[in-house]
């Protein structure tokens, strides 16, 4: 069954049912996507988690009107971003955050570019899920937790060439989607 599919059955049975088992396929379908998109702007595991969980608590909360939503993925990542950022404004000093980044901007970005931003990272996300698993799994070890070929390799008794394999073909895979997205 397609994703999108899947999803729309879930939020379906949830809304017949609220069921606590088909919310916890929804969570397990959606957490890594969830926490990647709120992980973007927080730069935190621990504040990722909990922005992450309030997020899930409020689709429980909503969970009779869910199915109603045109684009729940649309949805969602807004409700995400929207809780980061309102995590940022409560716990941390926005003028620290931008001075950590001032090395990478010289000027605030535009609204143009802050849409373009944060397109192409549903791009990202999306290809990342289109990814075979095991490409996917090396991929967030190397580029977004940061380990090492040789590390990665130990960790899933795997050689490093074939680490390198997986990248290439996911960095690729990548380059094509954004190439589509700019075309």
Do not use: G
Not at 51 to 62: A, E, G, H, P
């Amino acid at each position: 069954m397609e994703r999108r599919e899947e999803i729309h059955t879930l939020l379906l049975k949830l809304e017949e049912q609220a069921s606590e088992r088909h919310f916890k396929q929804l969570y397990n379908l959606l957490y890594d996507r969830f926490f990647r998109i709120s992980f973007y702007y927080l730069q935190n595991d621990e504040n990722t988690q909990e922005v992450v969980l309030d997020v899930f608590l409020s689709l429980w909360n909503k969970r009779k009107d869910l199915h109603t939503i045109n684009n729940f993925e649309n949805y969602c990542f807004i409700l995400l971003k929207n809780a980061s950022l309102n995590y940022l404004s409560k716990h941390k000093n926005i003028s620290e955050r931008i001075e950590t980044k001032a090395d990478f901007q010289q000027s605030d970005p535009t609204p143009e570019e802050n849409l373009l931003n944060e397109e192409l990272l549903l791009v990202y996300i999306n290809t990342l899920e289109e990814l075979p698993p095991r490409c996917r799994e090396i991929f967030i070890l190397i580029r977004e937790q940061e380990l090492s070929y040789k590390e990665v390799a130990e960790q899933l008794n795997i050689s490093p060439k074939t680490v390198d394999a997986q990248i290439q073909k996911a960095v690729s895979t990548l380059k094509e989607k954004i190439k589509l997205y700019f075309s």
